[in-house]
């Protein structure tokens, strides 16, 4: 499963929330979060015209992604695994080449193992803080908010105690496009 930032506090005891009372139900914010993620790998996965699924249990991945091509050399279907994670913590349109991630040292160590036979990639997705910042929709879109990137974390080592902190390439924005260049690599034997 996928780990979300936390949640926020509650408005304290005898105080009423900011603004006017919301008609969205009460699932915590992480599973929204989760939900959200999930939808935007979705929606990438279709336009890049590639299959999903969910390993069941998920043993620390959550979703395998494959796309099948005339071109590929590997194989005629090429498979990777991705793991998704979801934060407020950090605003849209991060500045620098990179932005810090940290995750628990046992999943670092399961994106980090090198040689696979799968690939493995982490898709970060940065959401806004407040549910109702996450949809736009309109007659000719449907608008998500903010934004995935995508790291290839391979052999990166574990250095902290407990959590490591990783840089995500601002650069790489997962969207269709960056999901079908990721597949032709593999496709050639390469790497994501």
Known sequence: MPSLAQPEPAAPVGE?????????????????METLQIGYLHAVAAAAGCSLAQ?????????????????????DEV????????????GPRPTGTTFPFTLDNDHLAKLAR???????????????RTRADWLRAGHDRLEVRHCCYW????GHPVTGRRRTTVRIP???????????????????????
């Open 151 to 154: 790291a290839n974390l391979a």
């Open 16 to 32: 009423l929330p900011a603004g006017p009372p919301s008609r969205r139900g009460a699932l915590a914010v992480t599973a929204c």
């Open 114 to 128: 090198t040689p696979v036979s799968v690939h493995k990639i982490l898709v970060v997705m940065l959401a806004p």
């Open 170 to 192: 601002t650069s790489h924005v997962f969207d269709d496009h960056a999901l079908c260049e990721i597949m032709t690599r593999v496709g050639a034997g390469g790497r994501p």
């Open 55 to 75: 390993p069941f249990p998920d043993h620390g991945i959550d979703w395998h992604v494959s796309h099948s091509a005339p071109g590929h050399t590997a194989d």
């Open 79 to 90: 498979t990777i695994k991705v793991q998704l994670k979801c934060t407020y913590q950090l």
